[in-house]
């Protein structure tokens, strides 16, 4: 399959530059058969076998390296042994001349150079998709609680009043590890009204998430972290009527609804997620 994908991958030009392999062959010319010919032509091609063989382990690595990234089956992807091949013990037998061997070799040459390519561009895209995964929000903010108020319109747990709650409550105990969702730069870490204290991560794509009521925040703005980073503890300041941490996603400048960039996911710590009409905040 690793196949597959590259053949549908732009033919740009190599991120570094490949041996030459096909061009180092010399012209093999039948009129010219004497030994001291023959073995500068032999040495030739020994020569540049030896390169190629360095050649195949590099790629053989960086195969190897990709079908880990990618999470393609190790037996069905092997790059430490040869490809299985078999055919009848009987036929016809006839020996190489050098020029066959140099043009065989040639056209071997050729195909390093082609999947080269081709994997050095797939490496590419597998890296730049893991950095593009992990910068957006795809976890959960806490490893353990469960959600006391949901995305949307509820009777204020103070005010008593029905006003829109612009993310979600998770109630988890006191000083609980509050880990960022995705990779990203901090906007903002301080004090807010009815926030208390509050984090601020920019992600790319116009994504921004927010972590409060912290009872201390652990990141300053302009520092970068990563997803699952301690960034925070969960706390009950501002306006709250017990400890929590309150999650909202912002996309382009206005709320969403964090729910869908949980991963989708039903169980915090192993534990279900429960939902309660008690909403510290």
Not at 93 to 103: G, L, M
Not at 116 to 133: F, G, P, S
Not at 182 to 192: E, M
Request: aromatic share 6%; net charge positive.
């Amino acid at each position: 399959m690793i196949g597959q994908y590259a053949n549908r991958l732009p033919s740009a030009d190599p991120p570094r530059s490949a041996p030459a392999f096909a061009s180092a062959f010399p012209p093999t010319n039948t009129a010219e058969s004497s030994p001291s010919r023959a073995r500068q032509t032999v040495g030739a091609i020994a020569s540049r076998l030896g390169d190629m063989q360095a050649e195949l382990l590099r790629l053989n690595a960086l195969g190897e390296r990709l079908v880990g990234m990618s999470g393609l089956d190790p037996e069905e992807f092997d790059f430490a042994n040869p490809p299985p091949q078999g055919g009848p013990e009987l036929g016809p037998v006839r020996d190489y001349t050098i020029k066959e061997i140099a043009s065989e070799l040639s056209g071997v040459a050729g195909m390093i150079q082609d999947r080269q390519r081709k994997l050095d561009v797939l490496e590419d895209v597998l890296v730049n998709k893991d950095l593009t995964a992990r910068a957006l929000p795809s976890s959960w903010p806490v490893s353990t609680g469960y959600v006391s108020s949901n995305f949307g319109f509820r009777i204020h747990p103070v005010k008593k009043v029905r006003i829109f709650h612009e993310g979600v409550d998770i109630a988890c105990p006191r000083g609980t590890p509050i880990l960022a969702v995705a990779d990203g730069v901090v906007t903002f870490s301080g004090r807010r009204n009815g926030y208390g204290r509050v984090v601020d991560i920019r992600h790319p794509d116009g994504l921004l998430t927010r972590y409060a009521h912290n009872t201390a925040n652990l990141v300053k703005e302009g520092q970068r972290v990563r997803r699952g980073q301690s960034i925070a503890s969960v706390g009950a300041t501002g306006t709250a009527t017990g400890p929590h941490v309150h999650f909202e996603v912002h996309k382009d400048g206005k709320v969403v609804n964090p729910m869908p960039y949980l991963n989708g996911r039903s169980t915090l710590g192993g534990a279900p997620v429960r939902t309660t009409d008690r909403s510290p905040g």
